[in-house]
């Protein structure tokens, strides 16, 4: 099976360099708007001439993909997106953060249903090997009943923080959210960005925002982003500190970017580390790989698909209305338009 890349960037790298390890399919196909970029990338990948493109719509025309790799800014997503399903492509996934506000949440939403098109969200870390480990002891019950769940990124919310809430709903057998109650600070990263180049990467959002959730099934979480996040290890990059912890009747279990612990009553306290960018390249792949399986089989739904993602997108969502009304939010919710103005004016923006 074929893959078509849309987006030529740094992350489009990371995604193709993992075909050295995906079993299911293989690039057949490049687009990006800047040829320089895209020649770049067809050169290091081997993508030969006839199939680069600076047209997104001729790609799909003339290549068919089976798979649509959408690797762009946020800010193109509803625009790619439909193109992907007006195309009539079997399987199309989409970088993190699908969205921005509500608006394009809704357009997002109402697209997944009435599209044929299957949508995936790249929240890779899903796929991490020791996630997948400390989730199976979860879900054999070897911490007993889970109570807690807590995760956290030291960059931002939107950022970031899409990939632990993954986590954390994941770990929670993806019960829905019920109510949502937040805070944010910080609009430095809220600032408007103007003279950007066409699909170079924003991604507007409070530069600090906490958030206490609650499922349907009773369990509560937490979830930090920004500065106010643990610090785990010694790394200086703000990117460096993801993780989620679930606590249970029995014990609990923690994954990091670097390590990992969990404690059961059958095994007691287990602890050791990992490479992050070693596993994090074939965790790539077994999203790519998963995504082809849903291509080939509807039937074999792919973990991170859109409409699971979009329920952990409301999560955001409602932290931004909780923190502008100072109550809880109760979900599903329908966000309202303007959030992001509205955040810069109750932060005090300047911009």
């Not at 500190?241 to 679930?246: D, E, L, N, P, T």
């Not at 606590?247 to 390590?259: D, I």
């Not at 599903?332 to 004016?345: E, I």
């Amino acid at each position: 099976m074929r893959l078509a890349h849309l987006g030529c960037g740094p992350r489009a790298r990371a995604h193709a360099r993992a075909f050295e390890f995906v079993k299911k399919g293989t690039i057949g196909a490049i687009c990006d708007f800047n040829e320089e970029r895209l020649n770049a990338f067809g050169d290091e990948f081997g993508i030969a001439a006839g199939h680069r493109y600076t047209d997104y719509q001729q790609m799909l025309v003339k290549e068919k993909p089976e798979v649509l790799d959408i690797v762009t800014a946020p800010t193109l997503r509803v625009e790619l997106m439909r193109a992907a399903s007006e195309a009539g492509v079997p399987v199309a996934i989409v970088e993190k953060p699908v969205a921005i506000q509500g608006e394009d949440y809704r357009e997002i939403k109402a697209l997944n249903e009435t599209t044929a098109t299957r949508f995936v969200v790249n929240t890779q870390l899903h796929f991490h090997r020791q996630n997948l480990a400390l989730k199976r002891a979860v879900a054999e019950g070897r911490i007993g009943e889970v109570r807690f769940l807590e995760a956290s990124a030291r960059s931002t919310i939107l950022d970031q923080g899409v990939h632990v809430l993954e986590l954390a709903t994941t770990y929670n057998d993806h019960a829905s959210p019920v109510r949502v109650f937040g805070q944010v600070s910080g609009a430095d990263n809220l600032a408007p960005r103007t003279g950007l180049p066409r699909g170079v990467g924003y991604q507007p959002s409070p530069d600090i925002a906490e958030a206490a959730v609650t499922f349907a099934n009773g369990v509560q979480a937490l979830l930090l982003s920004g500065h106010i996040a643990p610090v785990v290890g010694e790394h200086t990059s703000i990117y460096a500190h993801k993780r989620i912890a679930a606590y249970g009747t029995r014990g609990f279990v923690h994954w990091t970017m670097h390590g990992w612990e969990r404690f059961t009553a059958q095994d007691g306290y287990q602890s050791g580390t990992h490479d992050y960018a070693y596993e994090d390249i074939r965790a790539q792949a077994a999203l790519l790989d998963a995504a082809f399986d849903w291509a080939a089989d509807p039937g074999k739904l792919h973990p991170t698909r859109l409409a699971l993602n979009l329920e952990q997108f409301s999560i955001i969502l409602a932290t931004y209305v909780s923190a502008l009304t100072s109550s809880a939010v109760d979900l599903p919710f329908d966000p309202p338009d303007g959030l992001l103005d509205a955040l810069r004016q109750h932060l005090g923006s300047t911009v």
